[in-house]
Nanobody
Framework: QVQLVESGGGLVQAGGSLRLSCAAS????????AGWYRQAPGEQREMVAG???????NYADSVKGRFTISRDNAKKTVYLQMNSLKPEDTAVYFC???????????????????WGQGTQVTVSS
């Protein structure tokens, strides 16, 4: 029932833009810390951007100045705005988040980490 679902991936030309969304669904009280990761074929998964519950952000050096991570707590959604895309940005992008889950009728909560299934981003020359 609890899921993270990414959307917004696709094919774009170099220099173009995409916005990825990561929506949490189910009995979720809130998204706590969250981030975006990516993995290209034959390479390690790497962190692209992170955002804390309080809104502090950090980025991989390779995307600084081009990507922006943000969040909408009311919508329980995390975004990744990607501008000035390069072919080397091509990868499967994954959302990761620590979710505060509502576990009973009294509203008790626990925190669990979840991964989305990934969305493909392909940047052509």
């Amino acid at each position: 029932q609890v899921q993270l679902v990414e959307s917004g991936g696709g094919l774009v030309q170099a220099g173009g833009s995409l916005r990825l969304s990561c929506a949490a669904s189910g009995s979720i009280f809130s998204i706590n810390d969250a981030g975006w990761y990516r993995q290209a074929p034959g390479e390690q998964r790497e962190m692209v951007a992170g955002i804390t519950r309080g809104g502090s952000t950090n980025y991989a050096d390779s995307v600084k100045g081009r990507f922006t991570i943000s969040r909408d707590n009311a919508k329980k959604t995390v975004y990744l705005q990607m501008n000035s895309l390069k072919p080397e940005d091509t990868a499967v992008y994954f959302c990761n988040a620590k979710l505060s889950l509502v576990v009973n009728i009294e509203g008790a909560r626990v925190e669990r980490e979840y991964w989305g299934q990934g969305t493909q981003v392909t940047v052509s020359s």
